[in-house]
């Protein structure tokens, strides 16, 4: 563990491969560049000092590049010589023990070591015989022993659970170390205080107005964000963390502890007294302080499940979702570029890091443009509604209060809170962005954080990471204005490719798919193959190039106003990275679209647009052969044909021609790194194998070649979620379901047991909102729920995977209810308030079916059901079709509902309103002012449910009108269907009712 003060470009790990036992870094000083290699040198073999002699050999030009470099050795060696154990302990010295040690002088002796640890002093009390022995030291080079302030043990630092006691080396090296800038406290603020001096600062300010000039916009701008920050800096308290501070530590631990701590010490100094009492006494203390940190920590822990509320539970799902580490923070090791001349460099500074980090996220803009000369575009659509103050509100209050704010350290929240003192500011500051066609320089400036990308094998090289934008809170509010009206525009005037699922209302990951299969099996049907070329865009948002995004917007008839402020937006901006507490010095970046801003999303869409169109510009016929599916960066390269090597030959083709996929990529600046690309050959077919005679082996494609490089044929692909293989059997599929499903069910129960943990109600909700979401990710499209079919005994269906479902409910169910592990499946269950399993999936598949069958007619997966319910296929079924018959559904009879961003400038003709309690409801009745009254109720009365709704003009005592309806009885009926029955009959109310006036429902 290394100290996070120390600035990690002062040091770096060195790895040291084939053993675990050995660890090293180099400290870098202004003086020397210090070594220090931990060692565990097992007592059966010598394996470590073996790997110590290698290492020291292969490194000897990095850890002592020059005189004034050092080493330091520390750790258990595990062997005993007079050199440094007590000349009493001779019982130490036999032949085995003086082989192990003279292995250990002889390494020392060749790299000119020195024992930095004084003679005869012990480092262990063995647990059994009591005894004091010399199985650890500490080596140095001679140039640092002078340096050395103090080497020896202290036995007051000797945690409970070892016998070992720390050694202390302090050495006098200068060495400079980071501060952490104060973070402050949001969350304690009191907010009426700040709201109360941030009016007296906006006070000072100039009335908000329409602003006549750039340079005004500037000064007002950075008035109100100065007024803001003053604010903060007044009123906001500073956290005041504690390094060494736990959350399970408390008052009594502090008080054994410190009783341990002086026992230990006095154990320490009659060392040389085995009878002495303070051993028994400091053995007896370490074991109590050992077993009441346990307690505090299991207590802890049982407390915050016990006294958890609903917010607490997504805390808990965090600490069972996430990998168990050291709990030392995570850094950017050294990072390995490759140079021109091939040759590996490595990057051990923070400097050298960010330097190549930039590289790989911003990378600089081509030296030419590839926009067309004198390109004729459509006229662009009319400018939508300026912006108003309701927007602005709607906006800000959409924003996640506490998210990491951007370089001028306002967060959202604080806007949330004094958006009715600062709104009218905004508003003049947003609406003169787009009528002087400027934007404020400041929010041109934004901070970039470095975050490890999951699951890479190293960390090494800059491919792992990923760079997230923190821009300023009053430019987020405005870009996320400008892209829901962007977005509106492309959906309501139907500018994107309709094979674009990515980011756009009303389209899911599942669409993309049920797609795909739809394609397939449809070749398969007229007994053809279908090949997928799955499609990699290295660096895709960075990569963007600004000229050709303006292109592409104007060319999709994007509202001029919009196109001039997304020009504004990525004109001179400027980032800072910022990882490991270090940020770096100002980046400027002319190129590519910053991820973490909301317009970011559709601004990429409309960029790689072209790509999704490549296909049907290539085909010459109504019903192509090649198709593509884009979700945002995502995209595939469908072709179908008789036979695999046509396919392949057509893959070739629409990647390699003019105006193909590789065009694309040169005009948009997107390279596809091959190696990254896959390409999956979907058919049944197969052929004899001659090698295995009455044996069957599937068709061998041959290869695809991608500029001279060969694409992986695989069996299956991972693509949104979903791993699609060759044969649509699925597989592949459920058994990574099941296996993640599985590892996070195991943690699951943790959360509660027999003797305490989580509420029942908060585990199900848990259960509910995460575990059932993450087992049935895209379940409509490779599960079938198992049904009877007319001729046959079995169910048909994914039986299997039902079983495998039913076994992981039943671990959650047995963690909600806390039941005996004998409890039948059907008693768990109700019990614990889930449906059983099989209803479970099959409501997760209707309600996916339903979903389909309501999207308009521009979404081409809503033309699927209706395709499969007037002519069902009677071969290589698809899983919608599937779907159908199982629920005998009719999807023609199901409302059509038109997908779209709410338009802030519709207003409704209603209000809601909803008290807190039943005492404000009847006072709120009291007061209220309406014409007219409707009242609503649905209940359950002998066994009946029914409904009704009645009519009041003010200032009469009995109702205008009166409208019952009796549902049927409570067997088939709930009062909630009630409610909605006397809902339906209060809206009829008032669609027939002549004189209505103000109204009021309730």
């Not at 015989?129 to 103090?150: A, F, H, M, Q, S």
């Not at 970039?448 to 760079?467: C, D, I, N």
């Not at 190696?675 to 001659?690: C, G, M, N, Q």
């Not at 991608?706 to 293989?725: A, F, M, P, T």
Request: proline share 6%; aromatic share 6%; hydrophobic share 35%.
């Amino acid at each position: 563990m290394v100290n996070a003060q120390l600035s990690s470009s002062s040091w770096m790990e060195l790895a040291i491969p084939g053993n675990n036992d050995l660890t090293a870094i180099q400290i870098s000083t202004p003086t020397c560049n210090l070594t220090i290699v931990n060692i565990y040198n097992d007592n059966r073999h010598m394996d470590s000092i073996s790997h110590l002699k290698r290492f020291l050999r292969r490194e000897r030009r990095r850890i002592l590049a020059t005189e004034d470099d050092q080493i330091i050795w520390a750790g258990d060696f595990n062997s005993h010589h007079p050199l440094w154990d007590r000349d009493e302990d001779h019982r130490l010295f036999t032949a085995e023990a003086t082989r192990r040690a003279d292995k250990i002088i002889a390494i020392a002796a060749d790299e000119n070591m020195q024992m930095a640890l004084p003679k005869g002093i012990p480092t262990i009390r063995h647990f059994v015989n009591k005894r004091y022995t010399r199985p650890d030291n500490v080596w140095c080079t001679e140039g640092l022993l002078e340096r050395i302030v103090r080497c020896d043990v202290d036995g007051f630092l000797q945690p409970p659970g070892t016998d070992h006691f720390p050694i202390v080396t302090i050495v006098d090296i200068p060495q400079s170390r980071t501060t952490a800038p104060p973070s402050l406290n949001f969350r304690m603020t009191d907010w009426k205080e700040f709201k109360t001096l941030l009016t007296t600062k906006i006070t000072e300010l100039p009335e908000p107005g329409i602003i006549q000039t750039k340079e005004e916009l500037q000064e007002t701008a950075t008035a109100l964000t100065t007024a803001i920050q003053l604010t903060i800096e007044a009123i906001v308290p500073i956290n005041k963390p504690c390094p060494n501070s736990k959350r399970w530590w408390n008052r009594e631990l502090s008080d054994i502890r410190k009783a341990m701590n002086k026992l230990s010490r006095t154990s320490y100094r009659y060392r040389a007294i085995p009878d002495h009492p303070s051993h028994t006494e400091h053995t007896e203390k370490a074991k109590e302080y050992g077993k009441a940190m346990d307690k505090a920590k299991i207590q802890h822990w049982r407390e915050f499940l016990e006294d958890a509320v609903t917010k607490d539970i997504w805390t808990a799902n965090r600490y069972i979702s996430t990998p168990a580490t050291d709990g030392g923070k995570s850094r950017i090791p050294t990072l390995k570029q490759k140079t021109e001349t091939g040759q590996t460099k490595e990057l051990t500074t923070n400097e050298d890091k960010a330097g190549a980090l930039a590289t790989a996220f911003f990378p600089p803009k081509p030296d030419i443009s590839t926009v067309p000369n004198n390109y004729e575009y459509p006229n662009p659509l009319p400018p939508p509604p300026t912006v108003t103050l309701s927007r602005i509100r709607d906006h800000i209050a959409r924003l996640s209060p506490y998210k990491a704010c951007g370089p001028d350290h306002i967060p959202n929240v604080v806007l949330q809170q004094s958006v009715e003192l600062i709104e009218e500011h905004l508003l003049q500051i947003y609406r003169a962005t787009f009528t002087l066609n400027a934007y404020v320089d400041s929010w041109r400036e934004f901070t970039t954080v470095v975050l490890r990308k999951p699951g890479k094998p190293s960390y090494e090289v800059t491919k792992a990471y990923r760079p997230i934008a923190l821009i300023c809170t009053m430019a987020k509010v405005l870009t996320s204005i400008v892209a829901d009206d962007i977005s509106r525009i492309a959906e309501r005037e139907q500018l994107l490719p309709t094979n674009h699922y990515g980011g756009r209302s009303g389209r899911m990951t599942t669409d993309a798919v049920h797609m795909l299969e739809d394609r397939i099996k449809t070749a398969w049907r007229n007994n053809k193959i279908v090949s997928v070329l799955y499609l990699d865009v290295e660096g895709a948002f960075p990569n963007a190039v600004t000229d050709r995004l303006l292109h592409n917007l104007k060319k999709r008839r994007i509202p001029r106003i919009y196109v001039d402020f997304v020009e504004n937006l990525l004109k001179d901006r400027r980032t800072k990275l910022r990882f490991d507490n270090f940020t770096s010095e100002q980046i400027l970046i002319s190129n590519g679209i910053g991820q973490g801003d909301p317009l970011s999303m559709i601004l990429y869409i409309i960029y790689n647009a072209d790509l999704l169109e490549i296909t049907r510009a290539l085909a010459n016929n109504t019903d192509p052969t090649e198709d593509a599916i884009g979700f945002v960066d995502d995209a595939m390269i469908i072709v179908t044909g008789k036979t695999l090597r046509d396919n392949v030959k057509t893959l070739t083709n629409i990647m390699e021609k003019p105006n193909g996929g590789f065009a694309w990529a040169k005009d948009h600046n997107s390279k596809f790194e091959i190696d990254k690309l896959a390409v999956v050959h979907h058919t049944r077919k197969t052929i004899k194998d001659p090698r295995r005679p009455g044996k069957m082996k599937r068709q061998k494609a041959p290869p695809l070649i991608l500029q001279g490089k060969v694409v992986k044929d695989v069996e299956s692909y991972k693509y949104l979620g979903i791993h699609v293989d060759r044969t649509l059997r699925w597989k592949t599929q459920l058994q990574k379901t099941i296996a993640k499903s599985t590892t996070w069910m195991l943690q699951f129960r943790r959360l509660s047991n027999s003797a305490g943990g989580l509420q029942a109600k908060l585990m199900r909700r848990l259960y509910i909102s995460v575990a059932i979401p993450k087992m049935t990710y895209g379940l409509d499209v490779w599960y079938t729920p198992p049904h009877h079919v007319e001729g046959r005994t079995r169910k048909t269906g994914s039986t299997g995977a039902l079983k495998e479902f039913t076994k992981l409910q039943r671990i959650a169910t047995l963690a909600i209810t806390g039941a005996l592990r004998t409890t039948p499946t059907e008693l768990l269950d109700p019990h614990a308030g889930v449906l059983p399993t099989d209803l479970m999936l099959r409501k997760t598949c209707h309600r996916a079916m339903v979903r389909l069958s309501t999207l308009p007619d521009e979404n081409p997966a809503a033309a699927l059901l209706s395709k499969y319910h007037n002519k069902k296929a009677k071969t290589h079924v698809t899983s919608l079709q599937l779907l159908l018959q199982t629920f005998n559904y009719d999807p023609t009879k199901t409302e059509q509902i038109q997908p779209r961003r709410n338009n802030q400038e519709d207003h409704p003709d209603y209000a809601t309103h909803i008290a807190n309690t039943p005492d404000a409801a009847i006072k709120d009745e009291k007061n209220d002012k309406a014409l007219t009254r409707i009242y609503t109720d649905g209940s359950s009365t002998d066994g009946m449910v029914g409904a009704s709704a009645v009519l009041y003009d003010a200032g009469r005592d009995r109702p205008r009108q009166t409208l019952r309806y009796q549902l049927g009885p409570d067997e088939e009926y709930s009062t909630d269907d009630a409610e909605a029955v006397g809902i339906t009959l209060g809206c009829w109310m008032m669609r027939n009712s002549r004189r209505l006036g103000k109204l009021t429902t309730s």
